[in-house]
């Protein structure tokens, strides 16, 4: 998989804009490795640039490897690899700097594998984590919700909805928040889960598909061919299952990616 190329353009802006300054660190300290007459003085010099050097690319090659295992997962919907790129980023990473990220990529991991118990254990044993910040809490809150639905835990997803609305009405300063998830897709799936199948129809109707990566598409299509069985409404689920089977084959996003 080409990683570069499914980069964000701020993330593609951030690795040239790294490069830059690697690049121009190295002239200087070369520079000043030239012009030095003292012999230690240019041992100095050399070992600050290579020291910084290696720190710098070593932190490069974990970041990538991050970002590989999250486009992986998202992207190409292939949960086993992206799996194996974040425990080889584990033991490559000596200072744990990526082992909080790891609880939510394991969130993200067993949610696509339908490992739904997991996510819920992984939830219950980091709790302190997930209060940490609103983002967190947020992720925390919408987990539980969709796990909850997926297992048929009625009373659950009602808690947990009601949890989500309170992110949603609350006054948080603006930026405080990521936009996370969709709330016209929380609805639907709320509605969808009471059995208001007419209401959670009018919700997916409205959901803005937009930023949604494939493994989000794929989430939200599954639950909206399914809804659209449920109405008996076939030929529009015959619609959606095309879109599920482009998006399993990996071009939907690269097709949507153009049309953008």
Known sequence: MNVIKHYSIQEK??????????????????????????????????????????????????????QSAILTLNINLDPKTSLKIF??????DFFKSYSKTFLIFKILHNMSIKNYTECLKILDENNKFFRSSLDNLLIQKYTYFFCYYKLH?????????????????????????????NWDFIDGIYFKAIYNLKQSKHFFENTNTTNMNNLELLYYFSEYEDLLLKLNLNEQAKKIKYKIKKIKEGDYFENKQKNN
């Open 153 to 181: 835990d009625i009373k659950k997803i009602e808690k947990y909805y009601r949890d989500l609305q309170k992110f949603r009405t609350s006054k948080i300063k603006k930026g405080r928040l990521s936009p996370l998830y």
């Open 87 to 92: 425990e080889k980023l584990n033991k490559k």
């Open 13 to 66: 802006f951030r690795l040239f804009l790294v490069t830059i300054i690697y690049i121009i660190f190295c002239l200087y300290t070369i520079n000043l490795i030239t012009n030095e007459q003292n012999f230690y003085a240019k041992l100095v010099f050399l070992a600050i640039m290579i020291i910084f050097i290696s720190i710098s690319i070593w932190s490069e090659y974990l970041r990538f490897l991050y």
